[in-house]
């Protein structure tokens, strides 16, 4: 179990955060009859300009909302926006928590939910038949759960990192008695001298035997932790001799990263979170690159594998589809499907009654089948390039 309970609470009004599959499918299904008003804003501390840009993406929604054909829909829509003008102030407030912040309400009901994550979410307003959640989704893969583990000569601290936020677990002590180690004192003469230095030697090289020891007993509970608290990725960081050790003894299943670094103990969780972000970063990349290697393997001998946006929205309509993989920067409409098998299934599915964003539309899909969607960044995403973007791993 998390350490912090608290933290799956935390958001305006105490509305349980949208960062768990039970939680993203039911906001996914979050809407009524007219429409749902979709909001996003990434704050700037010290500036006003991203409370302009959030302004700005208000004042296109209206334009669009101006020149609609539908006359009374944009009325209500344009009526609703008024109304929620004290929640929108309250959503740019700089004093409000979060660095990423989003806001979807009802139009022709009351119900509005706000929700913030301390990662960016760009700056956005549209209007869909439901909560848009392509940016949140990505927000919350960026920041998936992870460890960092630091080793030293007094035990092992722990850091739980999750969405942009840092914790500090119950850390392992390294308790060693060496009062039964006497180390012989005098006179500083040559050959005392050198008889002293030799028995420091070997005080050190009992620690760290003692240290190697203490280590291989603890990984269960390392590994214990990294369970318990989902990390994707676990990052060992401290002298290699002890790293080394430690990431031997624990159990494989997740990634496993040794950084060759000793990471100041002073720093706070947060100061910490921020110094292996980068690393972390490179994790996440590298997975995502073994995962569109693994779904192009699949998919061209004949496995549990699709290529291109047409197979895959037919899995993914069929409720076949393991992990949905999605270039983070893709577009893809129903209009302009061209892919042979794409352009049928996606004027489908915008009948269905769903958003005429097929990236969102997938997305819904992958949520109501109880999909994993990873977001993939540019490095990754170049490997689907010719196939639009798009892949997917296979349940059967």
Request: hydrophobic residues 45%; glycine residues 8%.
């Amino acid at each position: 179990m998390y350490a912090s309970e608290n933290w799956a609470i935390q958001a305006y009004g105490g509305i349980v955060m949208a960062f768990e599959l039970p939680d993203l499918r039911e906001l996914a299904t979050f809407g009524d009859d007219v429409g749902v008003v979709s909001l996003y804003t990434t704050m700037e501390p010290g500036t006003t300009a991203w409370q302009v840009r959030a302004r700005n993406e208000i004042a296109a929604l209206r334009r669009d909302l101006a020149r609609q054909v539908d006359k009374d829909l944009a009325k209500l829509v344009l009526a609703r926006l008024d109304v929620l003008e004290p929640r929108i102030d309250q959503l740019l407030n700089p004093t409000e928590p979060g660095l990423g912040r989003a806001l979807f309400a009802q139009v022709a009901g009351d119900e509005v939910r706000t929700l913030w994550v301390q990662l960016p979410v760009g700056d956005l307003a549209v209007l869909e038949p439901n909560a848009y959640l392509r940016p949140w989704v990505t927000a919350v893969e960026e920041g998936a759960p992870a460890g960092v583990v630091m080793v030293g000569r007094d035990g092992v601290r722990l850091v739980d990192c999750r969405y942009g936020l840092a914790e500090e677990l119950e850390p392992i002590g390294f308790d060693l008695d060496t009062e039964d180690w006497r180390r012989k004192r005098g006179p500083a003469t040559p050959g005392l001298s050198r008889r002293a230095a030799d028995q420091h030697d070997r005080f050190e090289q009992r620690v760290d035997e003692h240290l190697i020891r203490f280590l291989r007993t603890v990984a269960p509970r390392v590994a214990e932790q990294a369970e318990g608290n989902d990390w994707q990725a676990v990052l060992l960081a401290g002298d290699p001799r002890a790293t080394d050790v430690l990431g031997e003894a624990m159990p494989m299943g997740r990634d496993t990263v040794l950084l060759d670094a000793i990471i100041d103990p002073a720093l706070s969780p947060a100061e910490v979170l921020a110094y292996v972000r980068p690393t972390f970063t490179e994790v996440r990349a590298r997975r995502d690159a073994a995962l569109v290697e693994r779904a192009r393997e699949l998919a061209l001998s004949g496995g549990n594998g699709v290529l291109g946006l047409g197979d895959t929205l037919a899995m993914l309509r069929a409720g076949r589809v393991e992990h949905l993989l999605l270039d983070a920067a893709g577009e893809w409409k129903a209009a302009t499907a061209v892919d042979a098998g794409a352009a049928p299934i996606a004027a489908e599915l915008v009948e269905e009654g769903t958003t005429d964003d097929l990236g969102e539309r997938m997305i819904e899909l992958a949520l109501e089948h109880a999909t994993k969607v990873t977001m993939l960044g540019s490095e990754a995403a170049a490997g689907l390039a010719q196939e639009g973007g798009v892949a997917a791993l296979l349940r059967w």
